[in-house]
């Protein structure tokens, strides 16, 4: 037995449940979806999609007739009983969002927990992913990444959430709708710092499509001045926090105390004291006396 918010639901006999398929669908240019994926949506009972009329296109686009059904933030909890009940009847379902990979900032997850709690099938269809496409031609390094969704809607949330990844030394992706693009950028210029690189990738696989590398600050300025790049689906690739080196690295107050006391005494007691009196490292503050002495 499970229970998903009062509703309750048998564990499915795998012998007779259906397969809950959860399909990717292209961002932008049609010729992106796979074979396998306009296979699958021809042949279940029923698509879970998240906007039946903006999926209704697509699916007329390739002659697919298969009834949809609503999927959406607003009523999946509630919904997910029905979808589960034609599964434990033996009926396939497809799930798929208005464009990419669903549960990636759309609906789908609780479908999906629910199924899979009941001992239902789930199989992915992979294909079309905004960041996943963003990143693979942003230029910043991919082998390590973390996907933040959207950044919050308020000034406050927006500084809250970047300060908490000010010193995150892995590549950053947010998705930002095009109405908070530019006050997105503001935050991540004024939190982070203006020479932070970040990529607007914007449209992607449509006609307008764009990828810009700039630093916070210029990035800023360059989509001020183009109302053109404030429009459509954005995603926003930032490069990850670097520990500074060298001066960068020691408190201006540890630098003027060790400025002090290499006028009086050799490099190695001076960094030695300055550690003492800052607590900043003791090598680190030697490397520096050193590289000081060296001007």
């Known amino acids: 037995m499970c229970v998903f918010s009062g509703w309750r ?3 499915a006999d795998p012998t007779s449940a259906g397969v809950l ?3 990717a669908t292209p961002i932008g240019n049609l010729d992106d979806i796979s074979a396998r994926a306009l296979r699958v949506l021809g042949d279940v009972a029923l698509i879970a999609a998240e906007d039946t009329r903006h999926s209704q296109r697509l699916l007329q686009h390739f002659g697919i007739t298969t009834p949809l059904q609503a999927c959406h933030e607003h009523n999946e909890r509630e919904q997910g009983g029905r979808f589960l009940s034609r599964l434990l009847a033996g009926d396939d379902v497809a799930l798929i ?3 990419g ?3 990636i900032s759309d609906p ?4 999906v927990r629910q199924a899979r709690a009941a001992g239902v099938r789930v199989v992915p269809v992979p294909g079309p992913s905004a960041l996943i496409t963003a990143l693979s031609a942003a230029g910043l390094p991919s082998d390590r990444f973390i996907f933040e969704g959207f950044l919050p809607a308020k000034a406050a949330g927006r500084r809250a959430r970047l300060e908490a990844l000010r010193e995150e030394p892995r590549t950053l992706i947010f998705y930002e709708a095009p109405h908070r693009l530019l006050e997105s950028l503001e935050a991540l210029r004024d939190t982070l710092g203006a020479e932070r690189q970040v990529v607007l990738a914007r449209e992607l696989t ?3 499509e764009t990828l810009k590398g700039l630093p916070a600050g210029e990035l800023c300025e360059w989509v001020r001045a183009d109302a053109n790049q404030q429009r459509g689906e954005c995603v926003l690739l930032v490069a990850g926090w670097q520990a500074p080196e060298g001066d960068e690295a020691v408190s201006a107050e540890a630098l003027r105390v060790l400025d002090l006391l290499l006028a009086e005494l050799p490099v190695k007691r001076a960094a030695a004291l300055a550690a003492e009196i800052t607590g900043a490292r003791k ?3 030697y ?5 000081r002495q060296s001007k």
């Open 9 to 11: 639901c048998s564990v």
């Open 21 to 23: 398929y959860v399909v």
């Open 97 to 99: 969002s208005d464009a």
């Open 101 to 103: 990979t669903p549960l």
């Open 108 to 111: 789908g997850f609780h479908l």
């Open 206 to 208: 449509k006609t307008f």
């Open 283 to 285: 090598n680190l503050l």
């Open 287 to 291: 490397q520096v006396a050193l590289e």
